[in-house]
């Protein structure tokens, strides 16, 4: 059983449908490259002699473009860096973190992680895109969807302050979710 011998970095990625674990197994000295996607082989190369370079794949249900960057630092040392549609990771997280809003609940024992699209108005849930109702009501909009027996409801109202825009509440029975941090 080789497998993950050669373990070198491991990436995990927020995105609409999930977070999702990226791992890399790089052989330096058979050249074997090797990427996981949640656990899912998705590239395999043997006996590569040039031990630096790219890797590019797809990750999640939207195939999200994803590269891992090998670099040498020296010696027989080498740097793993992840990008996501070309920004290195945190930047890409940071990005995303303005143009998505995630809430993380528990709905009758079951845990469910909602994302707003903020720029579609897409709403996913579990990995699922939902199906949803929009409308326009006296200060905003809402967009009413359905988990398991739960009616909800994602309300969008202007803060009234331009820097800060419109502001993205889940209500799930009459009671409002925090957002949460990824």
């Not at 449908?17 to 996981?36: A, N, P, Q």
């Not at 579609?120 to 909009?141: I, L, R, S």
Request: charged share 30%; glycine share 10%; hydrophobic share 35%.
């Amino acid at each position: 059983l080789e497998k993950m011998t050669d373990l070198v970095a491991v990436w995990e990625v927020a995105l609409s449908d999930g977070v999702h674990k990226i791992e890399f197994e790089h052989g330096t000295t058979s050249g074997k490259r090797v990427v996981y996607v949640d656990g899912k082989e998705e590239i395999r190369k043997e006996w590569m002699f040039k031990l630096v370079g790219k890797e590019t794949f797809t990750v999640g249900a939207a195939k999200t473009k994803a590269t891992i960057n090998i670099d040498a630092v020296g010696g027989f040392a080498y740097e793993y860096t992840l990008e996501i549609n070309g920004k290195s990771l945190k930047k890409y997280m940071e990005s995303r973190s303005k143009t998505t809003n995630t809430w993380i609940l528990s709905l009758g024992g079951k845990d469910y992680r909602v994302v707003l699209e903020k720029d579609t108005m897409d709403v996913w849930c579990n990995g699922q895109k939902m199906e949803t109702a929009g409308e326009f009501v006296e200060d905003g909009t809402e967009t009413h969807f359905t988990v398991g027996n739960y009616s909800c409801c994602i309300k969008a109202v202007s803060s009234g302050k331009r820097k800060e825009g419109i502001i993205h509440t889940l209500i799930v029975d009459n009671r409002e979710i925090p957002e949460a941090v990824e």
